[in-house]
């Protein structure tokens, strides 16, 4: 499911981002962690329940500011949605 | 020359085999370890900092029954501490709303309920227990916090056409993951074979089923399932390879390579009160017995499926053929095939019983004991 610009994404109960600074960043979850890379983990930071989908899409675009706008806006959304598929996030 | 050595991702720690219920689908050993030699809270705290120091990410709490450990809050913080993420893998009993928080509190990830059925009756049949209800209300206490919940529907001959009624109890219930789990014959499931195999038939229309529910839940409820691989062409990557990712350890603190491990011949597993974790996981002769390829036989050999199922599992290669070093005999390639081929022809052949609210079957189970 793509999620409303202004829905405010937030880490599902029981996911969330390993503590230990000595390792990869992984988001983890029931029997699975996906392992993060910089946009990845720049996107599931802003999974707190208080940055709006909008909110997350221009922070990432001026992180990113060499990129494709549009494209930056596109991966993003393809990446919520993929989480909120493999319930590690709800659109609240 | 050794195998290259991963790291390992999780960590099962079977807390204790103390139990409340008696499933016949127990996957623990039949000689169960006693209360007075269960690994104390100290060195359980300091086991999860070795694995985390090796790179492991998540602590499966399981048993038996790990709410049996007065200590259980103690051990979810220290493995939290440590850096783990934790599941809890419990039956729900003894639990209650107060206790519940105390591990919420803890810290305690995520919970996994198991179920025998949709009904009570599937509890007292396959449990010897009334705890249908129990599990009811703790799944809704455990939606109030912010736990991640599975249900886990353990599915069988004489409980696939309840189907139907699991996937209404989840819809209900609707926790971030249900995984329907067909049995998996070690321990005292082997044992009980004969009543728990399903029939081809019914197999096939479960799966059609299952794929129908995992479209109809999309979205809302992540499905999972696991099928049985008597009924596969290959056989499953058992622990996704003997010494490559996971490790267990034993309510006495023995560091096993998979849960049956234990009843393999020949085999002594080093304690964690003697041994480092890393050293363990990298040298112990258990560990490396069946680890990369070169103790395979052929077929596996020389099979180019041999980096995806490692040659299938060891314990059932022990179990059905009755030599742990030959090819898993579910596989289609495997000269021993013909066993599993035999006792699939005589399950098939033989009458299901489903089981009629109110009323027991007459199957003579072995329930698990809790004799120690
Ligand atoms: S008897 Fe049942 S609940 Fe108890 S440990 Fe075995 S499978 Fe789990
Ligand atoms: S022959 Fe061995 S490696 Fe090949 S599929 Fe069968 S079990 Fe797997």
């Known amino acids: ?47 707190d329940g208080t940055h709006t989908v909008q909110q997350i899409v221009s922070e990432l675009q001026k992180l990113y500011s060499q990129a494709e706008p549009q494209k930056v806006e596109q991966d993003i959304l393809g990446y919520l949605a993929l989480l909120n598929e493999k319930r590690a996030l709800d659109f609240e | 020359m050794s195998a290259s050595i991963s790291t390992p991702l999780a960590l099962i720690a079977e807390l204790t085999h103390r139990c409340p219920l008696h499933c016949v689908y127990c996957s623990n050993p ?127 001959r004489q409980n696939l056409d309840q189907l139907e009624e699991m996937l209404a109890l989840a819809e209900q219930i609707i926790p971030g993951r249900v995984e329907f789990a067909h049995v998996q014959y070690y321990g005292w499931a082997f044992s009980n074979l004969r009543s728990l195999l399903p029939t ?94 070169e103790w395979m036989p052929e077929p596996c050999r020389s099979c180019d499926r041999r980096s995806l199922d490692f040659g299938g599992c060891r314990c059932q290669a022990l179990l059905l053929a009755n030599d742990a070093t030959v090819t898993d005999p579910v596989c289609s390639l495997a000269p021993q095939r013909h066993i599993v081929d035999e006792l699939l022809a005589e399950v098939n052949a033989a009458p299901t019983m489903p089981v009629i609210a109110g009323e027991p079957t007459k199957i003579e189970w072995i329930y698990r004991s809790n004799r120690m």
């Open chain 1, 1 to 47: 499911m793509a999620p409303e610009t202004t829905s405010r994404p937030r880490l599902a109960p029981g996911c969330r981002l390993n503590e230990r600074a000595s390792q990869p960043r992984v988001l983890l979850m029931p029997e699975r962690a996906l392992r993060l890379n910089g946009p990845s983990l720049e996107i599931v930071e802003r999974c």
């Open chain 2, 30 to 156: 039949l000689e169960l370890t006693r209360r007075d030699s269960e690994l104390p809270t100290e060195a359980w705290a300091r086991v999860f900092r070795e694995a985390a120091e090796l790179g492991v990410l998540q602590a499966d709490f399981t048993g038996g029954e790990p709410l049996a450990r007065p200590d259980l809050s103690q051990l979810i913080r220290a493995a939290r501490a440590a850096g783990l993420y934790v599941s809890l893998i419990t039956s729900g009993l003894p639990l209650d709303e107060k206790r519940l928080d105390d591990l919420a509190q803890a810290g305690v990830d995520h919970i996994q309920v198991s179920f025998q059925g949709a009904c009570e009756q599937s509890s007292l049949e396959f449990a010897d227990a009334g705890v249908f209800a129990q599990k009811l209300r703790v799944t809704k206490w455990i939606k109030r916090h912010r736990i991640a919940l599975t249900l886990n529907f353990v599915i069988h």
């Open chain 2, 200 to 293: 081809r038939a019914q197999l096939d229309r479960s799966l059609e089923f299952l794929k129908k529910a995992e479209e109809l839940l999309r979205g809302r409820i992540r499905v999972e399932y696991v099928v049985p691989d008597y009924y596969a062409k290959y056989p499953k990557a058992c622990m996704g390879g003997w010494g490559r990712k996971l490790m267990l350890i034993t309510p006495r603190g023995d560091v096993l390579p998979c849960h049956a491990a234990a009843s393999l011949p020949d085999m002594k597993f080093e304690n964690v009160a003697e041994k480092p974790l890393r050293t363990i996981w990298h040298e112990s002769p258990s560990f490396q017995k069946f680890r990369g390829e």
